[in-house]
């Protein structure tokens, strides 16, 4: 009977076990072992196998943990004339995430209290309107209009941060 034939069962069934406690695919995990056959012949080797196989799991499991994870895509900070998106802020996905945290601050501020609403979309205008402008508009004097946006920006302050995921492990912010 040919080897490949013979280990092809049990190699899959070895592989599906513990491909998910190493955080792998089976098939990667598979090949894995197939190369690691390749390169060697072993006396005995269903017994070969199943120990490849929690061998190349457990490397896998060493790797992970090794590996930390880019701040940045590698390929933003190197300007390749193919790459269309070398910057990060052109990038599709850039541009729906800020338009998901605008929409969140936005849905924020309209749950405020009192005169915050419309003091903070006012600030928040593309105009860009001066203190005089939006005291002006809210009919309130412009000495006031500092106090009262501190006030309304703590509150929508409070109001994030008890509305989005802390980012770092375990629930830790960084």
Not at 95 to 124: F, N, Q, W
């Amino acid at each position: 009977m040919d080897l490949v034939t013979e280990l092809s069962p049990l190699l899959a069934a070895e592989a599906a076990a513990e491909a998910a406690a190493a955080g792998m695919d089976p098939a990667d995990l598979e090949q894995a072992v197939w190369v690691r056959l390749l390169e060697q012949t072993p006396a005995e080797p269903r017994r070969w196998v199943r120990s490849a196989v929690r061998a190349e799991a457990r490397r896998a499991r060493r790797q992970a943990r090794r590996e930390l994870p880019y701040a940045a895509e590698p390929y933003a900070a190197v300007p390749f004339a193919a790459e269309p998106y070398a910057d990060p802020e052109t990038r599709p996905e850039s541009a729906v995430l800020a338009a998901e945290r605008r929409s969140a601050v936005r849905a924020a501020v309209s749950r405020t209290p009192g005169r915050c609403p419309r003091l903070l979309a006012a600030m928040l205008s593309p105009a860009d309107p001066t203190y005089r402008e939006i005291a002006g508009e809210l009919g309130m004097s412009q000495g006031s209009l500092g106090p009262v946006r501190s006030r309304c920006l703590g509150c929508l302050r409070r109001m994030l941060t008890a509305e989005v995921a802390a980012g770092g492990r375990w629930g830790k912010e960084r």
